[in-house]
């Protein structure tokens, strides 16, 4: 830009000298001189001119590479920042990344100063500037969305709340009376009491590791969630799963039965942590 303002500048003086070299000139040169001369001119002008413009179209090239760059670091963040609010369950209301945040203002200061405009040395300064914050940006919110991802895919898997929709806990973890032999024996998960046929879902997202009869069991499923969890649902009526099958946090993965060593429709739950079935209470409350 501001090659074209000193090439416009140049433009007449260019003529100026032009004219009193000529008319300086017309006492003693003929006719042919002159014109050899006006040509001679001409040429060296419109050589300038070519000059000129050709470094404001560099120039002009190299700023629209700049503002190109930059237009490709906001479309980044905007889709950062969209990606941040999903995963932080903001109000998209007052995070609205499809829209320029608000701003306002008079348009003189409290001295009645009237604006200037920028100079072009200003303007490649700022522009640097705003290339640098951008950048910044960038990195420092996608450490963010990796440590707020990481936090989500935590809770995925550690297993929290009850395995059923409806129904009420009717035997604790630990020692109990056996209600077949009447002895005293340990119960290695707590049983949800509930209508036959209803809902059975994860408290935790994985991979289904069994899914079928097991001695005791009935109908069994387990499901192994990553960092040392796994979860058992016993006495289903009905498997709604496979071996295999990725399964999300409150999917419905059986239904509520009484089959194998069971009084009454229920589902045996149980809490494994590296090998060892743990008291689940602490994972049911943990949802609260």
């Known amino acids: ?14 003529f100026l000298a032009a004219g009193y070299y000529i008319g300086a000139s017309t006492s003693k040169a003929t006719p042919d001189d002159l014109q050899i001369a006006m040509h001679s001119e001409l040429d060296a002008q419109r050589l300038r001119i070519e000059e000129a413009s050709q470094n404001a179209r560099e120039n002009m090239d190299a700023l629209a590479l700049r503002l190109g760059n930059l237009q490709a670091h906001v479309i980044r963040l ?37 604006a ?13 500037s705003l290339s640098t914050q951008l950048e910044d940006r960038n990195q420092q919110l996608s450490v963010l969305e990796d440590m707020m991802m990481n936090r989500n895919l935590q809770a995925e898997v550690v297993p929290a709340g009850r395995p059923i929709t409806r129904g009420w806990l009717s035997s604790y973890f630990g020692k109990r009376t056996d209600p077949f032999t009447g002895r005293r024996v340990h119960h290695s998960g707590i049983d949800f009491a509930g209508k036959l046929g209803s809902d059975v879902v994860a408290v935790a997202a994985g991979v289904i590791t069994y899914a079928g009869r097991r ?10 969630h990553g960092k040392g969890y796994s979860t058992r649902y016993g006495h289903n009526s009905e498997i709604l799963v496979k071996v295999g099958q ?37 994972y049911i409350q943990a949802s609260r």
């Open 116 to 128: 200037k405009s920028m100079s072009v040395p200003d303007f490649l300064k700022a522009l640097d």
């Open 1 to 14: 830009m501001g090659f074209v303002a000193t090439f416009m500048m140049a433009i007449p003086a260019a």
């Open 215 to 224: 001695s005791g069991y009935g109908n069994l499923v387990e499901i192994n």
């Open 78 to 114: 905007d889709a950062l920042g969209s990606r941040l609010t999903s995963i932080a369950k903001l109000d998209k209301g007052e995070f609205d990344f499809s829209h320029p945040p608000a701003q306002g203002g008079p348009s003189e200061d409290t001295n009645g100063h009237q």
């Open 246 to 282: 990725t399964i999300k946090k409150g999917e419905v993965i059986s239904k509520m039965g009484t089959t194998g060593r069971s009084t009454g429709p229920h589902v045996h739950f149980e809490v494994m942590h590296n090998g060892r079935a743990v008291n689940p209470i602490k």
